[in-house]
């Protein structure tokens, strides 16, 4: 029998099995699908899955009756029933008949992933992911890092991913914590992952490279953390992650490529291996020739030029990198008595350094030649007021649905931060904007109101729950107030952790750009 773990789709909606299919194949998951539910019943009965995903309202044969019938047969079997109406009369059949979770549709692939993940480590013998990831990434750097700034992720054959960091602008502190995911937790690309303390320094942020739930933490940092700064890619890793939008984020992540050019066999190596410890994907070459036609491949990163080993050749060699390779930034290795630091800077280089292994300045050069291009949130001037607060934007996406975002008070203004950045990027989507100003009403009633008025309502709220600054949190089976019906259904509650102030305004630009982008994908996709 196959060692891959099979999910059987029993949905008559061809998109609902084909994005189960886009979510879980990556994961390592064998899936199945099934339009017709005696179909689907026939595979549960006579096929080995470790779970079903069963959508409770099918012609023919309804969700109920399945797994009445399914009951019968295989009485351990889970289903996670995805439904479109919470509410269903039926609810209390259905956990009779011992469902593991249901999950409301349309739903995100965090929240999919995290019930079936769940439904697969209780079983037991499905949770081998999870106990491989307790135990840590093999030692072997073979397999390729990918950066999303200074966050890394490593992908692994089971379709996780161990990810983690290498943080610059640390050289020579302490860490004193490390504040771990927890499992079973969803994080966003992009958005926090974890927190470092440092003594006498502000606390550092490390977002997540991949969206995906959580399925195993380092715990060992807990108790030590000094290898997040000694050994970033080994030892320092921080949480393994299921990813729920490998595709789609994937692109945004890259190799850091490096070329390292010494003459010097031991040094060559010594570097190069220390380079291919921060995640670097590395090229050793030992002569001009070598660095040349290295340079010439497809593609672009950081030349490492070691100026002793070349002597006076090596400024003349840069010029010939600066023709041939434009794009390539080169960074200068030099010794202390800079014999030829005046030659060197008649060319373009990017970084001339004394010996920046030695005291791990190299984190710091690596950092700033991969790191992508930061556009600062617009804030009116000090002479100006502020923004117009908003209490909702609205838009029409591609689908033809009406999506409307609103949210708390202060959380969103037309001409700076988060507002600014969610209209911005819709208009770049060429999708009509609305957006109206004031303070809008979040009371159940209110909210029931305003998704009786559009297809799909966001709320956003501030609230402290004890996470990460920035921390994303989404929630489609929220109460809002008794006998909701149809429109709760349209509701989406998206929860983000203020800063101390209880605003957004101490948060990480960086993470208020992305957080933009996450909610202007969900109303673009609905």
């Given at each position: 029998m196959s060692q891959t773990p099979k999910l059987l789709v029993v949905d008559d909606d061809e998109g609902i099995c084909h994005a189960c299919r886009r979510i879980f194949s990556p994961q390592g998951y064998q899936v199945e699908t099934a339009s017709d539910a005696q179909d689907g019943l026939d595979w549960a009965i006579e096929r080995d899955y470790v779970a079903v995903l069963l959508d409770i309202k099918m012609p023919k044969l309804d969700g109920i009756e399945f797994l009445e019938r399914l009951r019968a047969k295989k009485a351990d079997l889970p289903v996670l029933i995805m439904t479109g109406y919470p509410n269903i009369p039926n609810a209390t059949a259905a956990i009779r008949l011992g469902i593991a979770d249901y999950i409301t549709k349309p739903f995100a692939p965090e929240e999919i992933t995290r019930a079936v993940q769940r439904?697969?480590?209780?079983?037991?013998?499905?949770?081998?992911?999870?106990?491989?990831?307790?135990?840590?990434?093999?030692?072997?750097?073979?397999?390729?890092?990918?950066?999303?700034?200074?966050?890394?992720?490593?992908?692994?054959?089971?379709?996780?991913?161990?990810?983690?960091?290498?943080?610059?602008?640390?050289?020579?502190?302490?860490?004193?914590?490390?504040?771990?995911?927890?499992?079973?937790?969803?994080?966003?690309?992009?958005?926090?992952?974890?927190?470092?303390?440092?003594?006498?320094?502000?606390?550092?942020?490390?977002?997540?490279?991949?969206?995906?739930v959580v399925a195993g933490v380092n715990e060992s940092l807990a108790r030590n953390p000094a290898p997040l700064l000694t050994d970033p890619c080994g030892d320092g890793w921080i949480a393994c992650i299921w990813m729920t939008r490998f595709e789609q984020e994937t692109a945004h992540c890259k190799l850091r490529r490096v070329v390292v050019a010494n003459v010097g066999g031991p040094a060559l190596q010594a570097q190069s291996q220390a380079l291919a410890a921060l995640g670097c994907q590395v090229h050793g070459v030992a002569s001009r020739e070598e660095l040349l036609a290295a340079l010439k491949e497809p593609g672009a990163g950081v030349a490492v030029i070691d100026a002793a080993s070349f002597a006076d050749q090596g400024p003349d060699l840069v010029g010939q990198v600066n023709l041939l390779a434009p794009a390539w930034r080169v960074v200068v290795v030099a010794s202390p008595d800079g014999r030829w630091e005046t030659a060197y800077r008649q060319h373009r280089i990017f970084y001339y350094a004394v010996d920046p292994f030695a005291d791990n300045e190299i984190v710091e050069i690596l950092d700033a030649a991969f790191r992508s291009q930061e556009v600062p949130l617009p804030k009116t001037s000090p002479a100006s007021e502020p923004g117009e607060s908003l209490s909702s934007i609205t838009t029409t996406n591609r689908n033809?649905?009406?999506?409307?975002?609103?949210?708390?008070?202060?959380?969103?203004?037309?001409?700076?931060?988060?507002?600014?950045?969610?209209?911005?990027?819709?208009?770049?989507?060429?999708?009509?904007?609305?957006?109206?100003?004031?303070?809008?009403?979040?009371?159940?009633?209110?909210?029931?109101?305003?998704?009786?008025?559009?297809?799909?309502?966001?709320?956003?709220?501030?609230?402290?729950?004890?996470?990460?600054?920035?921390?994303?949190?989404?929630?489609?089976?929220?109460?809002?107030?008794?006998?909701?019906?149809?429109?709760?259904?349209?509701?989406?509650?998206?929860?983000?952790?203020?800063?101390?102030?209880?605003?957004?305004?101490?948060?990480?630009?960086?993470?208020?750009?992305?957080?933009?982008?996450?909610?202007?994908?969900?109303?673009?996709?609905?």
């Open positions: 439904m697969v480590k209780e079983r037991g013998p499905g949770a081998e992911g999870a106990r491989a990831a307790a135990e840590g990434p093999p030692t072997s750097t073979a397999k390729a890092h990918l950066f999303y700034d200074e966050a890394w992720l490593r992908l692994e054959e089971d379709g996780s991913a161990y990810v983690g960091a290498v943080l610059a602008g640390l050289r020579g502190v302490t860490v004193e914590s490390v504040r771990l995911p927890r499992i079973g937790e969803v994080v966003y690309q992009g958005l926090p992952l974890a927190g470092v303390s440092v003594a006498g320094k502000a606390p550092v942020i490390v977002r997540a490279p991949i969206s995906g033809g649905h009406k999506v409307r975002l609103i949210a708390a008070p202060g959380l969103l203004r037309r001409n700076e931060g988060l507002g600014h950045e969610i209209s911005r990027r819709l208009l770049e989507r060429s999708m009509r904007v609305a957006m109206m100003p004031g303070e809008a009403d979040l009371e159940p009633t209110a909210i029931l109101k305003a998704a009786g008025t559009c297809d799909r309502l966001m709320v956003l709220t501030a609230k402290d729950s004890g996470q990460l600054p920035g921390s994303l949190a989404r929630d489609t089976k929220a109460e809002i107030g008794p006998a909701s019906g149809e429109s709760a259904r349209r509701v989406t509650t998206l929860t983000v952790q203020p800063d101390a102030a209880g605003t957004f305004a101490e948060i990480d630009p960086r993470i208020i750009t992305t957080l933009a982008e996450h909610l202007v994908r969900e109303m673009a996709s609905y």
